[in-house]
């Protein structure tokens, strides 16, 4: 988590997309990421879940975190601007 959120953070406001290719922006704050196009919250530990569960092939393979965040987790950590091929 300490080299993925910095990452995260430089990161806001890029389009990012989930596993079905639907793009979204977020940005972050000190405990949650807000994703633009749903005004959805989504916290930091859900994006630990998916790093300690890394690999995993999908969103729903992400532990403790719901399927309505489990979509933009799993499109945030898995994306290469974020994993840099660290995970």
Not at 24 to 51: D, G, K, P
């Amino acid at each position: 988590m300490e080299t993925a959120r910095p990452r995260i953070e430089e990161h806001q406001g890029d389009v990012f997309y989930t596993k079905t290719g639907k793009p979204f922006i977020y940005r972050t704050n000190r405990y949650t990421l807000v994703i633009v196009e749903s005004r959805r919250n989504v916290q930091w530990h859900e994006i630990r879940s998916a790093l300690e569960a890394w690999p995993i092939a999908g969103p729903s393979e992400i532990p403790r975190c719901p399927e309505r965040s489990g979509r933009y987790v799993y499109g945030i950590v898995s994306d290469e601007r974020i994993r840099q091929g660290d995970w």
